[in-house]
């Protein structure tokens, strides 16, 4: 088992742990979490042994292997596949050993360790991590100089996975993964034989990767059984508990000091001042848990434009050779939420692309709202930032005409306050870097807002803002992304980019990621492309949605008029002989209002499916 116990490390004077214990039982996949800072990665860094402790200890068991992504394989002609086989140091030593050795002795044990490690298996044990993680059987056998920086960082991945030590340290892994790469290294990490600890802020991969939650708050370790939403409440409970604690603590303690304050001058009464005194003495005060610091982004909001906002007939797009999606018969409307769905390399990005008006169809025909503005976020773009200014002179650049003041609100806006609104953006964190992206993607109050992979680098916290700020943002949402916590929350749509086309996929994520894990490359879509499916106009909207309020007004009148003769029937003088013919003519009335109310309910349904059939 790895145990922590009573660590205290400090970076530049500021304390990081103080007396940390924590135990992690062997074989077990934990995450950990904390704010931004806290020192997460410091902690993986401890245990690798790369910096020294101040205090207390880190234990291994003896001769355990710690592997860990740090940084991405260099550009190489060596082949993606040798690339990986050549992670498991021990196998590689081995086998090169076995080409010269002559004792028969050590022949006999350099292949009975091969056998023992399976590594007969290697080659297909590390095309199959390849192929999860993106890489087809070609391309896997390309020299890793053909593939950019964030696609080597996927080697590197598949490297330490196929290394499989005994403890897998991974920081944010699923930052440069697709969403079917994302899970895919779930169902991995589940079934992985070692010791897993992983960073990460997907509240999926920690609901179901996870056997436990390592928190880091405060300079100290606490380690939760179950994943994070079950972590989430217990912190929530917990917190409540200690607050109502505090309180009464607080209260007792203004009860003591009141009594002091009184009769600490009167004889009289010295004594049981005095007594309180000590009892003050004793009375530790609870301090609650800080609640996480609320997060918030503010999106602009744009003006209505009439429907369609964007229309596509017949489009096909690519980058100069064959085209990489065709026919294209897309209609987007300012309140659709849209997730688009699909493999790597299938062409989510070139339909972002040509949605935003980045690429042009080399086919077709593409129309806009004339007045139409478009926001566009991509993961790349956190890296095209001036690293020497800071967020300010970006957001100056954008609105030279407007104040420091409304520029400094359009920076908290976003969660960037005053000291990081003058630091260069050079020594802002990945998380702090694509909120400023994000705030220049939406500056223009867009009314279609397309986002590819808006959550890397985002703490928990943000991402639920992000949800808040999207769902009740009055514009058009194009989503990218592998969380699929927040496609969950976000869209109302999904599109499936397969095979050269885009068609709408007519079951749910939850479905989409069992097929995808079952490796079912048959996802059910419809036989037909998106179809324009015509939307009412505004008018006819507003018109089923009047009908709605008129048939809840008739409803909540007749509901008085049953409440009044239901009262009139309950008086006992009624039931007297003398006023038999009244009693029979107030029954009359209600049975009249009771029929009325269920045609009033009848005709009250039909509006509001109406109504929620024009708004789909």
């Known amino acids: 088992m790895l145990k922590i116990e009573d660590i205290t490390y400090s970076v530049e004077g500021r304390p990081l742990f103080q007396n940390a214990s924590a135990t992690i039982p062997t074989g077990h996949k934990v995450g950990l979490v904390g704010r931004n800072g806290a020192g997460k990665t410091t902690l ?16 291994l068991p003896q001769r355990a292997r710690i592997g860990g992504v740090a940084q991405e394989v260099p550009s190489s002609e060596t ?6 086989l050549s992670a498991d140091t021990e196998r590689a030593s081995l086998l090169a050993e076995a080409e010269t050795a002559s004792d028969p002795h050590r022949i006999a044990e350099i292949q009975a360790r091969l056998a ?12 199959s991590i390849l192929k999860g993680l993106g890489f087809e059987a070609e391309e896997q056998l390309m020299p890793c100089s053909a593939f950019s920086g964030g696609w080597r960082m ?4 598949a490297g330490v996975l196929f290394a499989r030590p005994d403890y897998l340290l991974l920081d944010e892994p699923t930052n440069y993964l697709d969403l079917e790469g994302a899970l895919w290294l779930e169902s991995y990490l589940q079934n992985y034989p070692h010791t897993v600890l992983i960073i990460s802020h997907d509240r999926g991969l920690l609901n179901r990767a996870v056997q436990g939650i390592l928190h880091l708050d405060n300079r100290k370790l606490t380690y939760w059984q179950g994943g994070y ?27 003591l000091q009141s009594f002091v304050d009184r009769f600490k001058a009167k004889a009289s009464k010295a004594v049981q001042a005095q007594s309180r005194v000590k009892m003050l003495e004793k009375l530790t005060p609870i301090t609650a848990p800080e609640e996480a610091k609320k997060v918030v982004f503010t999106f602009p909001a744009p003006e209505e434009l009439a429907p369609p906002i964007i229309n596509l007939d017949g489009a096909a797009v690519g980058y100069g050779g064959p085209p990489v999606l065709r026919r294209l018969n897309l209609r987007i409307d300012q309140d659709d939420r849209i997730a688009l769905l699909g493999r790597n390399g299938e062409g989510k990005s070139t339909l972002s692309k040509l949605l935003a008006g980045k690429l042009q169809p080399s086919e077709g025909r593409i129309s806009r709202s004339s007045k139409l503005r478009i926001g566009y976020f991509a993961q790349h773009q956190v890296d095209e930032l001036h690293l020497d200014e800071t967020p300010l002179q ?11 003041a409304k520029l400094r609100a359009r920076l908290a806006g976003f969660g960037l306050m005053a000291d990081q609104a003058e630091t260069v953006v050079a020594r802002l964190s990945g998380g702090q870097k694509a909120r400023l992206s994000l705030l220049l993607a939406t500056i223009d109050a867009p009314h279609l807002l397309i986002l590819d992979e808006p959550t890397n680098h985002l703490d928990i916290e943000s991402r639920e803002a992000l949800v808040e700020a999207l ?10 992304s592998h969380d699929m916590h927040l496609l969950g929350l976000v869209a109302d749509r999904l599109w499936l980019v397969k095979d050269g086309a885009v068609t709408p996929y007519t079951d749910d994520l939850e479905a989409y990621r069992r097929q995808l894990l079952a490796g079912d490359d048959e996802v059910k879509t419809t036989t037909k492309p998106v179809e324009k499916v015509k939307k009412p106009s505004r008018d006819e909207v507003l018109a089923l949605k009047g009908e709605v309020r008129r048939c809840e007004d008739r409803l909540t009148k007749l509901n008085e008029m049953r409440d009044k003769l239901a009262a009139k029937l309950a008086d006992p003088a009624l039931y007297q002989d003398a006023r038999k013919g009244e009693l029979e003519t107030w029954n009359r009335k209600y049975a009249e209002v009771m029929e009325a109310l269920d045609r009033a309910e009848a005709l009250w349904l039909v509006a509001q499916e109406n109504l929620e059939t024009a708004i789909a």
């Open 79 to 84: 082949s993606l596949l040798d690339t990986v």
């Open 116 to 127: 023992d490690i399976d590594a007969w298996s290697a080659e297909a044990r590390a095309s």
């Open 394 to 404: 970006h957001v100056m650049r954008l609105r030279p005409t407007e104040g420091q």
């Open 471 to 480: 769902t009740e943002y009055p514009g058009a949402v194009i989503l990218v």
């Open 44 to 59: 993986f860094r401890l245990i690798r042994g790369e910096l020294a402790l101040e205090g207390g200890t880190i234990t």
């Open 154 to 157: 996927r080697v590197a991945l």
């Open 229 to 255: 939403d079950q972590f989430a409440r217990q912190m929530a409970e917990r917190r409540a508990v200690l607050q109502a604690e505090a309180k009464k603590v607080e209260a007792r303690r203004a009860h």
